[in-house]
C-alpha cells in the first residue's frame, strides 16, 4: 500500500512562493507516475502538473510557466514549486500516484493513492 503525506502549505500573498513537498511510502518497485491536483471550495478537483512514468512532465495551462514539479527519488519526496502564486491558486493541494502508465494524467480516476492534503491560501 502506497502512502502519501503533503507538507509545505501555508499563507502568502499574491506574487509569493511556496514549495509543497509529497514523501512517498509503500511499494517503489516499477514505474509509476506521480502528480499534484488541488480542490478549492466549491469546485473539482483539478490536475495541476504531473510527472509520468517516462517523457516530459505536464501543467495545466493555469500554472504553466508559474510551478514546476519535481521529484527526489533518493527521498521519495515530490516537489511542487509554486511562484508567482495568484488568489486562485488557493485550495487544498493533494498529492497523488499511479502505477498505471499510459493513462491522461489529469483525470482523479487514474490514481489510486492520495494523500490527505495540505492547504495553500493567496491572499494579500
Known amino acids: 500500500q502506497v502512502h502519501l503525506e503533503e507538507s509545505g502549505g501555508g499563507s502568502r500573498p499574491p506574487g509569493g512562493s511556496l514549495r509543497l513537498s509529497c514523501v512517498r511510502s509503500?511499494?517503489?518497485?516499477?514505474?509509476?507516475?506521480m502528480a499534484w491536483f488541488r480542490q478549492a471550495p466549491g469546485k473539482e478537483r483539478e490536475g495541476v502538473a504531473a510527472?509520468?512514468?517516462?517523457?516530459?512532465?505536464k501543467y495545466s495551462d493555469s500554472v504553466k510557466g508559474r510551478f514546476t514539479i519535481s521529484k527526489d527519488d533518493s527521498k521519495n519526496t515530490l516537489y511542487l514549486q509554486a511562484d508567482s502564486l495568484r488568489p486562485e491558486d488557493a485550495a487544498i493541494y493533494y498529492c497523488a500516484a499511479d502505477f498505471r502508465c499510459y493513462v491522461t494524467w489529469n483525470y482523479t480516476r487514474n490514481y489510486n493513492y492520495w494523500g490527505q492534503g495540505t492547504q495553500v491560501d493567496v491572499s494579500a
Open positions: 509503500g511499494p517503489t518497485t516499477g514505474r509509476s507516475r
Open positions: 510527472i509520468p512514468c517516462t517523457g516530459p512532465t
